[in-house]
């Protein structure tokens, strides 16, 4: 350890750290001490992998950007200080590797049991609404499907940026508005399960919607959890992994859960087991309550594990009171033998304490992670500023929008088409009513499974994604990067939208009506399914990391996340209802396949846009006063 009197600290040839002195007395400390985790010395010098340097720009209302220019030598402002590990040469990521793994399985299990309540109403939601009228034709169920599937997403995209704002307050938190999703879901979840109409239906997935702010708020704390971007692409993976997780059981469950009178009258109809003479009266009367009621349980004890084991991640909010420390607080008091003692772990880093002495510059055995929570807990002593919401809206921050709303338009739109195509019945050429065909395009027909059947072949989604996330995504994911990635496998989603209607055309083994069987119809699924979550496994969480990174200031995150998560709910919403109303024309027309050509052009339209998307750094807007500490 050296001490100097220079203004600029040298590390080594070509790298220099440049400092600012602190602006008044009685600040946090006299100056700051530096660690450098992590990079090879060789010969007293350090091996970084890229000759650059930042250049401040002043921005309107004095923030300031810093831009990555070409340069003979490195040297790093002390304002991007945060970016020096973007720049160490790249090192093996594992799943061991990682970081707070104990908090990203909590926020995985979130992330899990949330997607699940929507992957098994899925499975049985033709045949629940159908149950609501047996009158109604195909083409009103898959119009009404359309629209109960929206509505949840539609009122996610009225309170995303509400609860966003809140996770960002030091009021509220994230964890206080993760709670409040898990638990208000839950109440949703039995809404559903007793409902008796499409309107009250539609009732309790918008409630459930609109108290639902947890994506958003899942990946802002993974984002501040893992901090380092060399491990992102792993971390965010948790999100697409929890959701193949989700795609595997929920149809599953939904589906052979669903009318268990019918599908298992030995133990719940007459004269069964648990049913008696009479069978089991209330599951009479409400057929497809018993895969909510188990939602409802799942949501609930993921949120009694949130509640005690997950850590707050926003800097404020740990160490201060917020509204959920006082709730829980207000409860510990009536119950008279528990106290709420929030811990946070972290110890207060030494600091140089002579106010005139430049600082030292340290070389750390310390783990990343040690640096990276002194840091934290020394940024939270300070005043907190926070970047106008008006300045958000940077051309990245617009551009990664738009990419996403196209994603998200045709990922709501196929999710809707592929159950409606499983339920529809199949064409019949014996039925008089039916309408004529004409190859290759003018043909119509589903693959008339029932809910057992749907559960089966929608759960194929979730094994695929499963097998190629864990075998082809991270190295293929490593080579190409994220930026490249996002953009060569959206170009396939067209290619399986527009091969899946001719499904419908495969050999049967089956007669019609009877559903669609037999070797080469599942062939034909396993195909078109393979290549929409090929597609799916690299693109969802690229779009993740991209809409992470595209934030202009960390005080803004939580915020960016909420408008990221509104405008997908917002698309999420658009494409089921599109989609449903497109199905139900091509049905009366005798068209199947046009409502999935018309998101293959949709599709295409997102392939565009994506070229327009480029990573940011979190932090490319710098506050006044930032730049000195």
């Not at 091996?47 to 002043?58: F, G, K, N, T, Y």
Request: charged share 15%; net charge neutral.
């Amino acid at each position: 350890m050296a001490r100097t009197h220079n203004r600029t600290t040298s590390v080594s040839t070509g790298i220099s750290i440049a400092k600012s002195k602190p602006k008044a007395r009685g600040s946090s400390a006299s100056g700051l001490e530096l660690r450098i985790n992590n990079l090879e010395s060789r010969n007293g010098s350090f091996d970084l992998d890229s000759q650059q340097e930042w250049e401040p720009v002043i921005m309107e209302g004095g923030e300031r950007e810093h831009k990555r220019i070409p340069s003979s030598s490195s040297t790093l402002h002390f304002g991007a200080a945060e970016r020096l590990e973007s720049n160490v040469k790249p090192q093996n990521v594992t799943w061991m590797s990682l970081p707070r793994k104990d908090q990203l399985v909590i926020l995985g299990l979130c992330r899990v049991f949330d997607f699940l309540q929507v992957t098994s109403l899925q499975a049985y939601m033709f045949f629940q609404l159908k149950s609501f009228d047996s009158s109604l034709s195909d083409s009103t169920i898959s119009t009404q499907a359309g629209f109960l599937q929206g509505a949840f997403t539609a009122a996610q995209f009225a309170t995303a940026i509400p609860w966003g704002r809140a996770a960002d307050a030091k009021w509220g938190g994230r964890k206080f508005v993760l709670l409040v999703g898990l638990i208000g879901t839950g109440v949703s979840c039995l809404g559903v399960a007793f409902s008796t109409s499409f309107t009250q239906a539609i009732f309790w997935r918008s409630f459930g919607g609109a108290i639902n702010g947890m994506v958003g708020i899942i990946r802002t704390m993974i984002a501040e959890n893992i901090r380092e971007k060399k491990y992102q692409s792993r971390a965010f993976l948790i999100l697409p992994i929890g959701f193949n997780i989700a795609s595997l059981f929920g149809p599953v469950l939904g589906g052979f859960l669903a009318d268990p009178v019918i599908s298992y009258p030995r133990l719940f109809g007459e004269n069964s087991t648990f049913g008696g003479d009479a069978g089991v009266m209330w599951l009479k009367k409400y057929p497809f309550a018993l895969p909510m009621l188990l939602n409802a349980v799942l949501m609930t004890l993921c949120g009694v594990l949130v509640a005690l084991f997950l850590e707050e991640t926003l800097d404020v909010c740990r160490h201060g009171p917020t509204l959920w420390s006082y709730l829980v607080g207000i409860i510990s008091r009536s119950l008279g033998f528990l106290s709420y003692h929030p811990s946070h772990r972290y110890s207060r880093p030494a600091f140089q304490e002579s106010e005139g002495s430049e600082q030292l510059l340290e070389v750390s055995t310390e783990s990343p992670h040690e640096y990276e929570l002194e840091e934290r807990v020394s940024k939270a002593r300070q005043p907190r500023r926070i970047l106008p919401f008006r300045r958000i809206w940077t051309s990245n921050v617009l551009c990664t929008l738009l990419a996403q709303a196209f994603f998200d338009f045709q990922m709501g739109a196929f999710n809707n088409l592929w159950l409606l195509f499983l339920s529809t019945p199949r064409y019949d050429p014996a039925d008089p009513s039916s309408p004529p065909q004409k190859f290759p395009f003018v043909f119509t027909g589903g693959l008339g499974m029932p809910p057992q059947s749907v559960g089966f072949a929608t759960s194929i989604v979730g094994i695929i994604g499963m097998v190629l996330q864990f075998s082809i995504y991270p190295s293929i994911n490593a080579r190409l990067g994220t930026v490249r990635s996002y953009q060569y496998f959206l170009s396939i989603f067209p290619l399986a939208y527009a091969l899946a209607p001719f499904i419908s055309l495969s050999p049967s083994t089956s007669p019609p009506p009877t559903q669609a069987t037999g070797i080469r119809i599942w062939i034909s699924i396993v195909v078109v399914l393979f290549l929409q979550v090929l597609s799916r496994t690299f693109t969802l969480p690229a779009s993740i990391i991209l809409l992470n990174n595209c934030s202009p200031h960390p005080s803004v995150l939580g915020t960016v996340h909420g408008i990221g998560q509104s405008v997908s709910s917002a698309f999420r919403t658009i494409g089921p209802v599109f989609a449903g109303s497109w199905y139900g024309l091509g049905l009366e027309i005798g068209m199947v396949g046009l409502a999935w050509w018309l998101v293959a052009a949709v599709s295409c339209f997102g392939c565009a846009a994506a070229f327009w998307v480029y990573e940011g750094s979190g932090h490319e807007l710098i506050l006044p006063g930032e730049e000195e500490q």
